[in-house]
C-alpha cells in the first residue's frame, strides 16, 4: 500500500520500522563464523543479528570481523558468539529517524536492531538508511566536503598482507583505508585503491598470508575535492551507490574519505527545521498529500500485483483489477466479506494464528500461502500483510499484496538442488555435508564403529587465481575434486566446503596409521603437474587433518572442528603435510577464547578496579603523585594479571573503552582526595597507542573528561611509551602537544627499553623520564650496573626533565637513586600498589 507523501517526498509519521529492510539476516548464537560470514557476503550485507527465542542477544558486523587473527581458518569455524558484540544496541520500531540518529551518534554505533513491545527482533537499521531516506532534504546545503571529511583515515602501501591491514583497521577503529604504491605511470586515479569493510568480507574466506592490499583493492577510484559542496557528494554517493569518497586538497593531494558516517553527523539539525517547517505550512502540505493519495490510488488500480485492503475487522473494502485477475473474484463479491473466502484448507489452524500473531506483534508478516480460485484451483501465492495505524498508533487497516507464485513451485527441486550442491564441482556443499556426517556418526554409533573425517585445504591456491585467472582455477580445482574422488574411492563421502577446502567423511577407515597413509598418498597424487587448458603445469600442495569419531569428538559440529584445527596445526607446521588432532590443540584454543569471552563478561559485570602505587620525593620521602594500575578479579574471585588481559584488550579493540574507564575513575579519586585535603597529589594514568590513533580524538575525550570531573590539569600525568613513535614522530609529537595545551603533563614509560632516540626526547614534549625497572635491577651487578641509571638521570636532569624510577625494592637501590639525584621513588620498597583508601591513609601519617 502506497502511503501520502509530503513535497519532499517523506512519508507522513516516517518510523525507523518504516525505514528498516524486510529481510534481515539472523543466525543462533551456535552458528559457525564462517557460515554467518558466509551469509552475509551472499546477501551483500553489513551484518546478522544473532537470536534467542526470536529476541536479538549479538550482532557480528563487518567491522566486528576486523579483529580476527591472521589465520582466519580456526576462528572462522569458532560458533558467531565468541565475536558478535554485546549487548545489541536497540531502538522501537516505532521510534523517529532523528532518535535513531542521536543514539547511534552517543553509543557509537552504525547499526541498530529495532524491536518490538516484546524485545523481540523487528529489523535493522543503518547509517546508510538514514543517509538515504532522511537525507533527501538536503541538509548539507551550506557545507562543503572539507567540513565532514574524516581525516584519520588509514593509509597504507599495497604491499601490506590483508591480514596486517585487517588488523590495523580494527586497531584505529577505521571502516576504509587507503592504498597507495601502485606504478607512477598509470592514470591517476589507478595509482590510488580504496579497500573498505566489505572488501575484507568478501575475501575473508580466501584469505592466506600472501595476499596483499593491492590485490584486492578498489581501483579506479573517484575523487571529489574538498572544496565541493557537501550535498552533491551526497547525491554522488547516492546516483552511484557509493559508501566511501576519496578526497583531495587544492594541492591534489589525498587527505581522506568521505563516508556516510561522516553525513550523518549533518542530518540531526536539519531535521528538526524540517518538522519545524511542516507546522509552519501545514495547510500545503495536506494538499499535497491528498495529490499524492490520488496517485496512489491511480497507481494501485494499474498495479501488476494483487492488492486487497481490509478494515480493522478483516473485512475486505477494496481490492484492484489484478485482485481479480487472478482469484477469479469480482469485487463486489468479496467486499464485506473476510479473506477466508480464498482459504485452500492446505494450512492448518496453527499457521493462520502464528501468521496473526506475528502481524499483531511486528505490524507485518511475509511469506508463502496456498489459497483457492473461483474455479478451485489451488495455486500458491507469496503474501505480504502490513498493517496501517493512525496517528495514535490503533491498527485501521490491513493491506495485502500477493502475486502468484505457482509456476515457481515446479522449480523447487532445483532450488533445493543448488541448495545442497556445489555448482562448481557437484559435489556437497557445506550443508549438505553437515547432514551427512550427522547421519554417518549416527549409524557409526548404533553399530559401535569408528569414522574417520578428514578436512584438506590447498596451499596458497589464491596464487593460481591471481596468475592464471580464475577460469583457470575453476578447471584446477575440478581435477582436484576428481583426483580426490578417485584416491579415497567410491565408499567415501567428499564435499568441496570452501573457495578452495574439501572435507571428507571415511566410513570404512579404522586406524589412526591407515587414515595417516591415506591422506599421504593423496597429497602425493595432488603433488603431480595439473595441465591447463593453455597447456601449462600447475602444480600444487595441500594440508590434511584428520580427526575421529567418538575418540576425538562425538557429533557433527566438534569433529569437523577438531578436523579443521588438526588443519590449521598442518599449516602452521609448513604445509604440504597432514596433522592429526590432539586435544592440546583444543584447550590451548578454548582457554584463548575462554578468557576473552570472560573479559568481555568483565567490562559488563564491573569486575575491574583500580589500585594506586605510590611514588615519593627521593629526597624527603613525602609522598607525591600515584600511579593508577587497572586490575581484574573474576567473579569467582581468580585475578587475572594485566600482562595476560590488557593485550586481549587490545586484540579484541576494547582499550579504548578500557582505557577512557580507567581515566574517567582515576580523575574522580583524584576529586576525592582533593575534598580530603590532599591537594598535591600528582595522578599518573598509561595510556595505549590505540587510544591515540582511535576513531576518537584522545585529547578532546581527555580535555571533557578533565571538565567533566572538575580535575585541575596539572595534577595529571599521561605515560606513553616509545611503541608510540614506531608510527609517526611528527604525528605523535602534534597529538602529544594537544596533550600539554590543556595542562597535564606527560611522561615517557619504560625509557631506554625501545629504540631510545635522544633526538626525540629534545624535540617531543615531555615533562617526565621514567626508568625503567630493568636498569634500576642492574644497579645491584656493582658499578658497571650502576653506570647506566646514573647516566639516564644525570640526562634527564640536564634536559629540564624530571626522573622517576621504577621497581625500587631495596636499600640499596634507593641510596644509589637518591645520590644520583634521581627525583621520584616508585617500588615495592616505600610502597605497593594499594586501595585509593590505603593512599589517604598513608598521606595523613606522613603529614603528622
Not at 491498527?395 to 507464485?405: K, L, M, Q, R, V
Not at 586484540?651 to 575513575?665: A, C, D, H, S
Not at 621504577?806 to 621520584?824: F, M, P, S, T, Y
Request: net charge negative; proline share 3%.
Amino acid at each position: 500500500m502506497i502511503r501520502p507523501t509530503s513535497s519532499d517526498g517523506r512519508p507522513f509519521g516516517l518510523t525507523v520500522g518504516t525505514l528498516s529492510p524486510g529481510t534481515v539476516l539472523s543466525c543462533t548464537p551456535q552458528t559457525s563464523l564462517g557460515d554467518a560470514t558466509a551469509k552475509m557476503r551472499k546477501a551483500n550485507s553489513s551484518s546478522v543479528i544473532i537470536v534467542v527465542d526470536n529476541k536479538p542477544v549479538g550482532i557480528l558486523t563487518e567491522h566486528d570481523l576486523l579483529s580476527l587473527p591472521p589465520s582466519t581458518l580456526a576462528a572462522l569455524s569458532e560458533p558467531v558468539s565468541t565475536r558478535m558484540s554485546q549487548p545489541v544496541h536497540t531502538i522501537s520500531v516505532h521510534a523517529t529517524p532523528q532518535s535513531a540518529i542521536v543514539r547511534m551518534r552517543d553509543r557509537g554505533v552504525r547499526h541498530l536492531v529495532t524491536i518490538d513491545a516484546d524485545g523481540c527482533l523487528v529489523g535493522i537499521i543503518s547509517q546508510t538508511d538514514l543517509i538515504r531516506h532522511v537525507g533527501d532534504k538536503k541538509p548539507f546545503i551550506a557545507n562543503d566536503v572539507a567540513d565532514a571529511v574524516r581525516q584519520s583515515t588509514v593509509f597504507a602501501h599495497k604491499d601490506i598482507r590483508v591480514w596486517e591491514l585487517r588488523q590495523r583497521m580494527h586497531s584505529e577503529k577505521c571502516d576504509s583505508a587507503i592504498i597507495s604504491g601502485f606504478a607512477d605511470d598509470q592514470p591517476a586515479e589507478l595509482q590510488t585503491g580504496i579497500i573498505t569493510e566489505r572488501d575484507i568480507l568478501r575475501h575473508l574466506a580466501e584469505e592466506h598470508e600472501n595476499l596483499t592490499a593491492g590485490d584486492i583493492a578498489t581501483r579506479p577510484v573517484t575523487f571529489i575535492r574538498q572544496d565541493m559542496n557537501l550535498d552533491d557528494a551526497r547525491r554522488m554517493m547516492m546516483r552511484d551507490n557509493f559508501r566511501h569518497l576519496v578526497v583531495h586538497n587544492h594541492n591534489g593531494e589525498t587527505i581522506g574519505v568521505l563516508s556516510f558516517a561522516d553525513l550523518l553527523e549533518f542530518i540531526e539539525q536539519d531535521y528538526l527545521i524540517h518538522l519545524s517547517s511542516l507546522a509552519e505550512d501545514s495547510g500545503s502540505e495536506i494538499t499535497k498529500a491528498r495529490q499524492s493519495l490520488a496517485l496512489a490510488n491511480k497507481l494501485i488500480e494499474n498495479s501488476p500485483d494483487c492488492v486487497m485492503i481490509c478494515n480493522a475487522q478483516s473485512e475486505i473494502e477494496a481490492v484492484n483489477p489484478a485482485f481479480t485477475r487472478v482469484t477469479g473474484y469480482q469485487a463486489e463479491e468479496v467486499i464485506g466479506k473476510t479473506p477466508a473466502i480464498l482459504k485452500s484448507g492446505r494450512q492448518n489452524k496453527a499457521f493462520y494464528a502464528k501468521l496473526w500473531a506475528d502481524l499483531a506483534r511486528t505490524g507485518k508478516w511475509e511469506g508463502e500461502i496456498w489459497n483457492r480460485r473461483k474455479s478451485g484451483e489451488i495455486y500458491a501465492e507469496w503474501l505480504s500483510i502490513m498493517a496501517v495505524r493512525d496517528g495514535e498508533g490503533t491498527i485501521t487497516h490491513y493491506a495485502s499484496i500477493f502475486t502468484d507464485i505457482s509456476g515457481r513451485e515446479k522449480n523447487r527441486e532445483d532450488v533445493l538442488r543448488i541448495a545442497f550442491t556445489d555448482e562448481l564441482t557437484g559435489m556437497p556443499n557445506r550443508r549438505r555435508f553437515s547432514e551427512l556426517l550427522s547421519l554417518h556418526i549416527g549409524r557409526a554409533r548404533r553399530l559401535g564403529r569408528p569414522l574417520t573425517v578428514a578436512m584438506l585445504d590447498i596451499d596458497n591456491f589464491q596464487r593460481v587465481n591471481n596468475a592464471l585467472g580464475h577460469n583457470i582455477g575453476d578447471d584446477v580445482l575440478v581435477e582436484v575434486s576428481r583426483r580426490i574422488s578417485r584416491e579415497l574411492g567410491q565408499d567415501a563421502v567428499i564435499a568441496r566446503i570452501g573457495a578452495d577446502e574439501f572435507a571428507a567423511i571415511l566410513p570404512n577407515v579404522n586406524t589412526e596409521q591407515e587414515a595417516v597413509g591415506i591422506a599421504e598418498s593423496l597429497l602425493m597424487r595432488l603433488g603431480e603437474a595439473h595441465l591447463t587448458r593453455k597447456g601449462e603445469d600447475v602444480y600444487l600442495s595441500a594440508s590434511i587433518g584428520i580427526a575421529s569419531f567418538p575418540e576425538d569428538a562425538n557429533d557433527t559440529s566438534n569433529i569437523i572442528r577438531c578436523a579443521e584445527l588438526a588443519m590449521v596445526q598442518a599449516k602452521e607446521q609448513g604445509r604440504n603435510r597432514v596433522g592429526l588432532y590432539s586435544v592440546n590443540l583444543h584447550s590451548q584454543k578454548g582457554a584463548d577464547l575462554a578468557l576473552e569471552t570472560a573479559l568481555r563478561r568483565a567490562i559488563d559485570n564491573e569486575e575491574l578496579h583500580l589500585v594506586y602505587q605510590p611514588q615519593f620525593d627521593a629526597k624527603t620521602g613525602e609522598i607525591a603523585g600515584v600511579e593508577a594500575l587497572l586490575r581484574w578479579t573474576t567473579a569467582e574471585g581468580k585475578t587475572i594479571p594485566p600482562s595476560t588481559f590488557i593485550p586481549i584488550a587490545e586484540e579484541m579493540g576494547v582499550i579504548g573503552e578500557l582505557g577512557r574507564w580507567v581515566i574517567r575513575t582515576a580523575c574522580k579519586q583524584l576529586v576525592a582526595w582533593r575534598q580530603e585535603g590532599l591537594h598535591n597529589l600528582r595522578l599518573a594514568v598509561n595510556v595505549s597507542v590505540q587510544q591515540f590513533y582511535g576513531s576518537m580524538d584522545f585529547a578532546e575525550q581527555l580535555r571533557a573528561i578533565i571538565v567533566d570531573k572538575g580535575v585541575a590539569a596539572d595534577r595529571l600525568e599521561i605515560e606513553v611509551t616509545e611503541s608510540l613513535f614506531m608510527r609517526n614522530i611528527d604525528d605523535m609529537r602534534t597529538k602529544l602537544q594537544r596533550l600539554r595545551d590543556l595542562g597535564v603533563r606527560i611522561a615517557l614509560d619504560d625509557f631506554g627499553t625501545g629504540f631510545s632516540s635522544l633526538s626525540y626526547l629534545r624535540t617531543l614534549p615531555f615533562d617526565v623520564i621514567k626508568l625503567d625497572r630493568s636498569f634500576v635491577w642492574d644497579i645491584e651487578d656493582g658499578p658497571d650496573g650502576e653506570t647506566l641509571p646514573i647516566t639516564i638521570i644525570n640526562m634527564a636532569r640536564n634536559l629540564g626533565k624530571t626522573c622517576v624510577a621504577e621497581g625500587v625494592e631495596n636499600q640499596h637501590q634507593l641510596d644509589v637513586l637518591r645520590k644520583a639525584g634521581c627525583d621520584l621513588i616508585q617500588g615495592y620498597l616505600l610502597g605497593q600498589p594499594m586501595s585509593a583508601e590505603s593512599v589517604s591513609k598513608l598521606a595523613r601519617e606522613a603529614a603528622l
